[in-house]
């Protein structure tokens, strides 16, 4: 009886916590669906009178929300990328080689994360400055990167401790490198891993709003985040429902990826507790 109502209860506070965050999504769809018309009559109704889809046939064929979109996912897979390039080897060396204070440095590495670019922002502002990195899609990967390799880091120690370590030894004993042995052995076993943070940081990179918002200023470089942004600061309130409309277009890619690959990453995030 006991379990009962203790499930009972789980259940509750899911459909709580569902209510919280699907209710403002499910009101920008409503917003979305309205015509120009609803929306300047202030009509209150959550289903709308005369629902259409003019709205997102409008955004997606304006050509600079195409460009937004295309510039957020350009960032973000590069910056996924770069995150790969540096955590992966990182990781490798934390799991496998000895090394003196090896906690605290993850620790230290861990702390990075809490580290919030709002704190950062004047003086990360006039650095990239000083290196001539403003509008530089260069210089906001760069920091993308920085801000996804502590977590990363961690996410792929916990795949590469669960590979046995004989099959490095192994390796070298036919004769390869300890980097032949990383490339040709701990590299692809750790491809759920990999392919697991990758997700993760693209779909971190896509929502990224201030590092653009402040290292970008031309409109042609602007990410969906800013860009949506940018728009909310110069529409009327007869836009509104056009607004509603970008914001679902750029949310729902993020959605859909963590709803159809969110095995992987929940693999991903609970790797380092099952393993090593």
């Known amino acids: 009886m006991a379990e009962r109502i203790g499930d009972a209860f789980s259940y509750i506070f899911m459909l709580i916590v569902f209510a919280f965050f699907a209710g403002p999504l499910l009101w920008l769809l409503s917003l979305a669906l309205r015509s120009r018309r609803e929306i300047y009559l202030g009509v209150a109704r959550f289903i709308p009178k005369n629902p259409t889809l003019d709205n997102f046939y409008a955004v997606l064929t304006n050509a600079s929300f195409a460009g937004y979109l295309w510039n957020a996912l350009l960032l ?13 080897p990182a990781a490798y060396a934390f799991s496998r080689l000895q090394m003196r204070g090896k906690p605290i440095w993850m620790l230290a590495i861990l702390a990075f994360q809490m580290v919030s670019p709002l704190v950062i922002m004047v003086p990360l502002y006039r650095y990239m400055s000083s290196l001539g990195l403003i509008n530089s899609l260069f210089g906001v990967v760069m920091v993308y990167v ?3 390799v502590p977590l990363a880091v961690w996410l792929l120690k916990g795949f590469v401790d ?8 192994a390796a070298m004993i036919d004769g390869c490198t300890p980097f032949s042995a990383f490339w040709r052995i701990i590299v692809p076993l750790s491809s759920p891993g990999v392919a697991s943070v990758f997700i993760i940081t693209v779909i971190a990179g896509w929502s990224q709003f201030l590092v653009p918002f402040l ?12 860009g949506i ?48």
């Open 76 to 88: 973000s897979c590069l910056s996924a990328l770069g995150v790969l390039v540096v955590s992966l």
């Open 146 to 148: 920085a801000l996804g």
């Open 162 to 169: 669960g590979i046995p370590k004989s099959l490095d030894e």
């Open 215 to 226: 290292l970008i200023t031309q409109d042609n470089m602007t990410p969906v985040a800013v």
């Open 229 to 276: 942004f940018n728009y909310a600061g110069s529409s009327n309130d007869s836009s509104i429902q056009l607004l509603a409309a970008a914001c679902l277009i750029s949310v729902v890619p993020a959605i859909i990826a963590f709803l159809a690959l969110q095995r992987l990453i929940l693999e991903a995030m609970t790797a380092g507790a099952v393993k090593g």
